[in-house]
């Protein structure tokens, strides 16, 4: 795998004001290494592998970083056959445009739903996006959260995952299964493929719109955002258990979940999840003569 491109805030320039990592002449590995005002940022976007389903990454991701204000998304584009693609590069562009005109986070969200629908000939695309800017109270942070389809940002500060800054997957497994004595069925229910809202959907009023959360995050709290290539096949409790023994290090924790993330989307056997402290589920993904594979995006943002 390529050595992650490494931006210190010193060197930033307008390249990396906006910033869109996952579009470039190398689908298999994409990566960045930037330090903010806010803190660290870790991201990688992949293909996915050898049994990844798709030719090309789908998926993308984007920092923006303007006057101590730092946004950073996930997008995962549908429609397949390449489709996907497009989806996930309108939505990335419309993102960025839209906060170098203006901070606004619920009129960036806004514009780059427009832009899909707009433009992308009924595809969509999932997204997760957070915004990040300091308080006037030293060591805690404004933070603003956003969710649509399955990919998910999930905050945790030492061992404990922040709901109030959790996003919610919006597809039928999850909402099968809320309340219910078997959420751990997630991961391998039949229709965990099958998205409830997206930016871009036609109709729009049919189906789940984005989420806003916002938390006051302190010092040392850890983001994790990812598209569903990561989500479908690794559980909250293992990233909790991957930043605890990274100590923290948000270049640790995002080569940790990534390396299982993938490991599992290429295996052609059986794994286990380990949902909760005594749950487990086995799961495969692998079937012959079939890719079936995802692409994969994970960010990590470490608060100073």
């Given amino acids: 795998m390529s050595t992650p491109e490494t931006v210190t805030a010193e ?5 990396y004001l906006s910033k869109n990592i996952g579009d470039s002449e190398n689908p298999e590995d994409n990566r960045l290494s930037l330090e903010t005002s806010v803190g660290q940022v870790e991201v990688i976007s992949n293909m996915g592998g050898e049994e990844s389903k798709y ?3 789908e998926d993308s991701a984007f920092v923006l970083c303007h006057d101590g204000v730092v946004t950073c998304g996930v997008i995962d584009g549908a429609g397949g056959s390449g489709n996907g693609y497009l989806a996930s590069s309108i939505a990335n562009a419309a993102f960025r445009e839209s906060l170098m005109v203006s901070a606004d986070f619920k ?4 514009f780059a739903d427009e832009e899909v629908r707009r433009n992308g000939n009924d595809l969509y695309a999932t997204a ?3 915004q990040i800017k300091e308080t006037e109270k030293g060591g805690q942070y404004e933070v603003d959260v956003m969710g649509v389809g399955d990919a998910k940002t999930m905050i945790v500060r030492g061992d404990i995952i922040l709901r109030e800054g959790t996003t919610e997957p919006q597809n039928v497994a999850y909402k099968a299964l809320l309340g219910s004595d078997n959420e751990q069925g997630y991961y391998t229910h039949p229709k965990l493929n099958i998205i409830t809202g997206g930016l871009g959907v036609p109709e729009p009023e049919l189906h789940d719109r984005p989420r806003f959360k916002a938390i006051v995050a302190e010092s040392g709290d850890i983001i994790v955002m990812a598209s569903d290539g990561l989500w479908d096949n690794v559980s909250e409790y293992e990233i909790v258990e991957i930043i605890k023994k990274a100590e ?3 270049k640790k924790i995002e080569q940790e979940i990534f390396k299982l993330a993938y490991e599992r989307n290429n295996s052609k056997s059986e794994f286990i999840i380990q949902h909760d402290a005594k749950t ?3 799961k495969t ?16 943002i470490g608060l100073k």
């Fill in 248 to 250: 923290h290090d948000p």
């Fill in 107 to 110: 009129i960036a969200v806004k």
């Fill in 128 to 130: 997760t996006a957070v």
């Fill in 11 to 15: 060197s930033l320039n307008k390249l």
């Fill in 280 to 282: 487990t589920v086995n």
């Fill in 285 to 300: 993904i692998y079937k012959e003569g079939k890719k079936k594979g995802d692409n994969i995006t994970v960010a990590v």
């Fill in 55 to 57: 030719k090309r990454n």
